[in-house]
């Protein structure tokens, strides 16, 4: 069964340095999404990524954060000067048409910064 | 801010009992979808209810969509210790967002 897939699966950074996220999400899927997840509380939204920009962004999503698709399959949400407040856990989810119905997610990148 | 409370926020309960999850707000959501997550893994999608009142059943989950679209329930039958696990109610808030609950801890001791 086709799934999205992250790497890495955990991530340790020192404050400061700039972290790459990759996914690749389910291939005939057109919308592609990250959420966080810091460690005991809810699944926030980032940004979602449709026909190459950016169609949605939360208030979370500030100028440290940058979304690329590079080539047809992956999907890289880079954090350019990590924070400590910036671990948690990071999801991308892809999506086959309009719309958060049926957003399948991957399994996460466990991002530290030390 | 569109909000989505889940009650009860934990639930330990014997095998072969019957549950039900609850997840409210006061907003109106173009869909709502249930997930159940593993620790340390991404949420794994259960169903996605679109029309109020709408009602699905996955085996022994039903899931119910209500008549405002502003709430949903899942109810588990003759619940058994494989459920166990962090079930979450997600809300479809713009075309492309999804506005999550704090999420139900279930656990079923055999």
């Known amino acids: 069964e086709p799934e999205v897939t992250q790497t890495p699966s955990h991530q340790v950074t020192q404050m400061g340095q700039e972290v790459i996220l990759r996914c690749v999400p389910i291939?005939?899927?057109?919308?592609f999404y990250w959420y966080r997840q810091i460690l005991g509380q809810k699944v926030e939204f980032l940004v979602s990524f449709y026909n190459n920009e950016i169609s949605e962004k939360s208030e979370i999503f500030d100028d440290q954060f940058s979304v690329e698709r590079p080539d047809g399959s992956n999907f890289t949400l880079k954090i350019r000067s990590t924070k400590l407040e910036d671990s948690a856990m990071y999801f991308c989810a892809s999506s086959p048409r309009l719309g958060a119905t049926e957003a399948f997610f991957g399994q996460g990148t466990r991002l530290t910064v030390v | 801010t569109q909000l989505l409370e889940q009650s009860p926020q934990f639930l330990s309960i014997q095998e072969g009992e019957n549950l039900t999850v609850y997840c409210n707000s006061s907003s109106v959501f173009s869909s709502l979808q249930w997930y159940r997550q593993e620790p340390g893994e991404g949420p794994v999608l259960l169903v996605t209810v679109v029309t109020g009142g709408e009602v699905k059943k996955l085996k022994r989950l039903t899931f119910q969509f209500g008549d405002a679209r502003k709430d949903s329930s899942l109810h588990i039958t003759a619940a058994q210790p494989g459920d166990t696990g962090l079930y979450l109610c997600a809300g479809e808030t713009s075309g492309s967002r999804l506005t999550f609950g704090e999420g139900t801890q279930l656990t079923v001791n055999p």
């Open positions: 291939s005939n899927h057109l919308y």
